[in-house]
């Protein structure tokens, strides 16, 4: 199967800011914040048996997140 370049759109800027992740702190902080309520969407993810986890409502914007854990890369896209 081959594209059909024609039908592409390309844009010279993105839509969207990119979700630029620098650091995390513990679900319970951010409870105790008020920016969590414990009720809201949470996607998560493991690297090297540590859970992680980005809001729900800032990934439906964002789409991507991106960031280092441990001086690696890493892209988490919703």
Known sequence: ???DKSRLIIHKKTKFK???VSSF???KQLIGDGI???Q????????HNTFY???TKQMTYHHVANGK???ESFMISF
């Open 1 to 3: 199967m081959s594209i």
């Open 18 to 20: 990119p979700f630029e």
């Open 25 to 27: 702190v513990t679900a």
């Open 36 to 38: 969590l309520s414990g």
């Open 40 to 47: 809201e969407g949470v996607l998560v993810f493991e690297h």
């Open 53 to 55: 986890g980005l809001m």
């Open 69 to 71: 854990l441990d001086n």
